[in-house]
């Protein structure tokens, strides 16, 4: 029923989980199965979240070594997903609010929050905001808020963890550039 490597694995993407002989999928992501939250990626044949039209690994251009085949049964529940054209621009949406961290200088750190983070940083490129005129600020952290007031005491928090608790903000930053390369992102 399932090509296997070595071992009988979940057939989940990028899930290594060792299951018994007879099945496809670990526990976790059966219950999402009869639930009809996970299908098959048209591209590679492996199971993956229904929200996605492909896997990551297809999605970002990964090879993907063997296509396993997985021969599904029907689901109990299907649900479909929802559209809006409002999702394509989501990122501009009125009041939400980019909170960032920038190394500027010689691991100088650089906290702030704006409605419109492609602007922002091009106005610190050119010098028009501080810190002054960076040719290459480098993106340590991104996270959005709800609204201005919000990205303002997050802002604060984290100044203060600069000082406070400066490997949290190192993990904070490692955390966040170990996902961007998982998405294909190279932030260097």
Same mark, same amino acid.
């Given at each position: 029923?399932?090509w296997?490597?070595?071992?009988?694995?979940?057939?989940?993407?990028?899930?290594n989980?060792?299951?018994?002989?007879?099945?496809?999928?670990?526990?976790?992501?059966?219950?999402?199965?009869?639930?009809?939250?996970?299908?098959?990626?048209?591209?590679?044949?492996?199971?993956?979240?229904v929200?996605?039209?492909?896997?990551?690994?297809?999605?970002?251009?990964?090879?993907?070594?063997?296509?396993?085949?997985?021969?599904?049964?029907?689901?109990?529940?299907?649900?479909?997903?929802?559209?809006?054209?409002?999702?394509?621009?989501?990122?501009?949406?009125?009041?939400?609010?980019?909170?960032?961290? *920038?190394?500027?200088?010689?691991?100088?750190?650089?906290?702030?929050?704006?409605?419109?983070?492609?602007?922002?940083?091009?106005?610190?490129?050119?010098?028009?905001?501080?810190?002054?005129?960076?040719?290459?600020?480098?993106?340590?952290?991104?996270e959005?808020?709800?609204?201005?007031?919000?990205?303002?005491?997050?802002?604060?928090?984290?100044?203060?963890?600069?000082?406070?608790?400066?490997?949290?903000?190192?993990?904070?930053? *490692?955390?966040?550039?170990?996902?961007?390369?998982? *998405?294909?992102?190279?932030?260097?």
């Amino acid at each position: 029923m399932f090509w296997r490597k070595k071992r009988n694995v979940c057939a989940y993407w990028d899930c290594n989980t060792a299951i018994p002989e007879d099945d496809f999928l670990c526990p976790e992501h059966y219950s999402k199965w009869v639930e009809g939250l996970i299908d098959k990626c048209p591209k590679c044949g492996r199971l993956k979240d229904v929200m996605y039209y492909l896997c990551l690994d297809c999605y970002v251009g990964r090879k993907v070594k063997k296509k396993p085949y997985v021969d599904l049964p029907k689901p109990e529940k299907i649900y479909r997903i929802e559209y809006t054209d409002n999702w394509t621009d989501s990122y501009l949406e009125p009041g939400r609010c980019f909170i960032y961290i *920038l190394e500027v200088g010689d691991g100088e750190l650089y906290i702030g929050h704006t409605e419109d983070i492609y602007s922002r940083l091009a106005e610190i490129r050119e010098g028009r905001k501080s810190p002054g005129a960076v040719k290459k600020p480098r993106l340590h952290y991104l996270e959005t808020a709800i609204d201005e007031n919000a990205a303002e005491l997050r802002e604060l928090e984290l100044k203060g963890l600069v000082t406070a608790n400066p490997g949290q903000i190192n993990a904070m930053s *490692l955390e966040f550039h170990h996902h961007m390369q998982e *998405l294909g992102f190279d932030l260097d």
